[in-house]
């Protein structure tokens, strides 16, 4: 009897994407009404898996266990087992025990030994249940259900005519070999009925004979086709089940491996059973014991498909009741975007830009270097890689490390370090902690970066004095970004903006920017001695000085400003000292922050 219909429903185990879509698109191709895979199981994770049914996108559910989706599924009487060879054999055996609706079991996974193959063997036939496997690909029931990647691309089985079924019932050992036969048999027949690949180990699940006599017993199949191969005495079954008439239906065979004839040694092919080892187990004295007792054997594998030809011709169509199936009737199934733009038969607009970075070969690369040439760089080219796409020298690199050492902290009492503290303190970790912590960046912390740049460019552009910036500033109504300290003065200057002067005046030949910055300074100082240049005011300024001196032009270099470029070597550095205060709480174990009703003024 036939194994599957267009109603069966399969359990498949191991949540492999590729497989899955392929028994789904075969589903749409032959015009199934609904999917044959019910459900999915996954010992790691459950939820739903995501697929497409034709045009269709659909959910399978995924469970745990495999009881789980038996129990949910009573109908699914076919597990697809794609397990890894570790594991197939308790998936198996789980099935066989606890999943009684089960009653086909396929098994994938190569390499599960002979003892605990046979221990399947015996068990599946108490319970009754057919063992496809191990070591194949399945089988599959034409126009109605597929066995995971049996039979190849949907091009392959469009050409074998497997979307609706044929008159021949066909067995194979090898699965490889099956996409062959299939082939071999729509060229020469009106087409596949049913095909099994058996699997290459010795102790097989279901044998060729056990398949055999399944079409010999199903009324639609009119003839078979069987492909044995080297080793083992299963050929010899069939050829005594012929003799005595055990099998009536035409059979056309050919078992491989006749090259072992002619070596020296005994030869293992492939497939673990695949080897001669006395003389009724090579190919050549099965091909002739089939022979005589009436199999049709071709002279030689290159005939197999004109032998396949005559015999159809002569008992099938010749049969008064042979109806013939009907061609071409089958659903075109969509292309996967994926693989119609690798064959270049569609076009679509990016969603995401990226002109910095690559991560498709085989080493990601930064503005088209391999990362493996920045390993003895410093941190400042990789900055410049990313950040400015390699155009800026070496004394800018330089300048953007000394700015993430100048800004990495400033002591916790500062918004992002409490912020970071707090946050840290609450049992977040330390992203969570950083989050915080940067969020309290703005036009008056950090922000001031940005914000020297933006006047200093003015300033320079249209060659205002530092009265006149006082003077447009104060007439706006807005503070000067870059100037004042509430600690450091005049008299007792910030050591990391006196740094910056020196790294300025060291490396940079032209400061126009710098100058006028200072500029500033000189006359904010005689209003009071703490409006002095920031080290927000200083990176800002200095940096446009760099900037200009790698030939930005203006415009370049505003556009810069205007993308927050200068303000992230702020963000950059400071992101340091923040996790150091999220790490810094957790090391000591303090305890939640609350803060204290003393230091609180109610009104």
């Given at each position: ?131 496809i496997g191990p070591a194949t690909v399945g089988g599959i029931k034409p126009g109605a259900f597929r066995i995971g990647n049996t039979a190849g691309s949907l091009d392959n089985i469009i050409a074998a005519k497997l ?175 994926s693989a119609a733009l690798k064959e270049n038969i569609v076009r679509k607009s990016a969603s995401i830009v990226s002109s910095i970075s690559d991560d498709r070969g085989e080493e990601p690369t930064y503005n088209k270097i391999p990362i493996s040439e920045y ?229």
């Open positions: 009897m036939s194994l599957f219909s267009k109603t069966t429903t399969a359990i498949f185990y191991n949540q492999h994407p590729k497989p899955i879509q392929r028994m789904l698109d075969f589903d749409y191709l032959c015009k199934r009404d609904t999917p044959s895979i019910s459900a999915i199981v996954n010992p790691t994770n459950s939820g739903f898996h995501r697929a497409f049914f034709g045009t269709e996108e659909i959910i399978i559910p995924v469970f745990k266990s495999l009881e789980e989706a038996s129990t949910a599924f009573p109908e699914s009487d076919v597990l697809v087992n794609f397990a890894s060879e570790r594991s197939a054999y308790a998936v198996s055996k789980n099935a066989l025990e606890y999943c009684p609706s089960i009653k086909t079991i396929h098994i994938m996974a190569e390499g599960i030994s002979e003892n605990k193959t046979r221990e399947l063997i015996r068990i599946a036939k108490e319970k009754d249940v057919l063992l979307y609706r079924p044929g008159s021949v019932g066909v067995v194979t050992i090898s699965g490889g070999m099956s996409s062959e036969i299939y082939n071999i048999v729509a060229q020469n027949t009106d087409g596949t009925y049913e095909g099994i690949a058996i699997g290459g180990d010795r102790f097989p699940g279901s044998t060729l004979f056990e398949n055999i006599m399944r079409f010999e017993n199903d009324r639609e199949v009119k003839m078979i086709v069987a492909l044995g191969e080297v080793g083992g005495t299963a050929e010899l079954e069939i050829a005594e089940a012929v003799t005595s008439k055990k099998i009536k239906k035409p059979i056309v065979m050919w078992v491989t491996g006749t090259i072992a004839d002619h070596m020296k040694t005994e030869v293992q092919f492939g497939h673990a059973g695949a080897k001669s080892g006395v003389e009724n187990e090579s190919a050549s004295f099965k091909n002739a014991a089939l022979k005589k007792a009436g199999v049709h054997v071709p002279k030689s594998f290159d005939t197999f498909g004109d032998l396949i030809k005559e015999v159809f011709e002569k008992e099938v169509l010749t049969d008064k009741h042979y109806k013939a199936p009907e061609d071409g009737n089958y659903n075109q199934v969509p292309t996967d975007f390993a003895d760089k410093s941190i400042g080219r990789v900055i410049n890689a990313l950040w400015f796409k390699g155009k800026l020298p070496e004394v800018g690199e330089q300048f953007i490390e000394l700015g993430i050492k100048l800004s990495a902290d400033h002591g916790p009492a500062v918004g992002t370090a409490h912020n970071a503290i707090v946050s840290s303190r609450a049992g977040n970790n330390v992203i969570m902690s950083l989050i915080a912590g940067l969020t309290t960046i703005g036009p008056r912390h950090g922000g001031a970066i940005d914000g020297t740049a933006l006047w200093c460019l003015d300033a320079v552009e249209r060659d205002l004095s530092g009265k006149d910036v006082i003077a447009e500033h104060k007439q706006a109504g807005k503070l000067i970004m870059g100037i004042g300290h509430r600690i450091k003065t005049v008299q007792n200057p910030d050591k990391r903006v006196e740094i910056l002067k020196d790294f300025i005046a060291t490396n940079i030949k032209n400061s126009h920017y710098f100058s006028k910055a200072l500029e500033v300074e000189t006359e904010t100082i005689k209003k009071k001695n703490n409006l002095i240049l920031n080290v927000d005011g200083a990176i800002g300024a200095a940096f446009l000085d760099i900037l200009a001196e790698a030939n930005f032009t203006t415009d370049e270099i505003k556009e810069i400003v205007s993308l927050g470029a200068l303000n992230a070597i702020f963000v950059l550095g400071r992101s340091i000292g923040i996790i150091g205060h999220a790490l810094d709480q957790k090391r000591l174990k303090e305890p939640m922050y609350r803060h204290d009703w003393d230091d609180i003024l109610y009104i």
